[in-house]
T-cell receptor, first 113, second 113 residues
Framework: DAGVIQSPRHEVTEMGQEVTLRCKPISGHDYLFWYRQTMMRGLELLIYFNNNVPIDDSGMPEDRFSAKMPNASFSTLKIQPSEPRDSAVYFC???????????FGEGSWLTVV | RKEVEQDPGPFNVPEGATVAFNCTYSNSASQSFFWYRQDCRKEPKLLMSVYSSGNEDGRFTAQLNRASQYISLLIRDSKLSDSATYLCVVNILIYNQGGKLIFGQGTELSVKP
């Protein structure tokens, strides 16, 4: 079975550039989560969706960050413009309607120089 | 104050040792509780759920004290393969919108021969 699929796996970009991270959740899962992980702050919830609708975006750091889920099988997290402090691992995860276990993708490792 | 707090460690223990991790949470709306395991440069994966009555899975025992808002994980007879970061996780229920999983910063365990 395919798990949560993220792309790109690794990205190095220059400060000021736009970054788009992509996620395909597990088919049939109703919830999709975007997390960011750094050594200093650990794993932080940025935003989550239920049936493609954003439910809680209180973790989104600032207006430079935006997330969309145009359909049940695809979501994007965009950073524009990117800054060095955005360097982190960004995880996408999904969960079915029933049950509390969430399944993570392998992460997108972002470095902004 | 962070919603979920853990001792970051690292815990360095010899093979065969018993090690205990503690975690506290601040949100009384927390409904369910978990321990996740994260290997170096990998995504987090569910280790076990934590039930009010306490539960055991092989060498792993989890306990929950709702009154004190405290969760623990005990690992007996530790193995080299137990070396990882252990993440305490709480599910905060949002009315009619499922729940969001909030992660602690993780406790690093290193088991030595």
């Amino acid at each position: 079975d395919a798990g949560v699929i993220q792309s790109p796996r690794h990205e190095v970009t220059e400060m000021g550039q736009e970054v788009t991270l992509r996620c395909k959740p597990i088919s049939g899962h109703d919830y999709l989560f975007w997390y960011r992980q750094t050594m200093m702050r650990g794993l932080e919830l940025l935003i989550y969706f239920n049936n493609n609708v954003p439910i809680d975006d209180s973790g989104m750091p600032e207006d430079r960050f935006s997330a969309k889920m145009p359909n049940a099988s695809f979501s994007t997290l965009k950073i524009q413009p990117s800054e060095p402090r955005d360097s982190a691992v960004y995880f996408c995860a999904s969960r079915p309607l029933s049950g509390n276990t969430i399944y993570f993708g392998e992460g997108s490792w972002l470095t902004v120089v | 104050r962070k919603e979920v707090e853990q001792d970051p460690g690292p815990f360095n223990v010899p093979e065969g040792a018993t090690v205990a991790f503690n975690c506290t949470y601040s949100n009384s709306a927390s409904q369910s509780f978990f321990w996740y395991r994260q290997d170096c440069r990998k995504e987090p994966k569910l280790l076990m759920s934590v039930y009010s009555s306490g539960n055991e899975d092989g060498r792993f025992t989890a306990q929950l004290n709702r009154a004190s808002q405290y969760i623990s994980l005990l690992i007996r007879d530790s193995k080299l393969s137990d070396s990882a970061t252990y993440l305490c996780v709480v599910n905060i229920l949002i009315y009619n919108q499922g729940g969001k999983l909030i992660f602690g910063q993780g406790t690093e365990l290193s088991v030595k021969p």
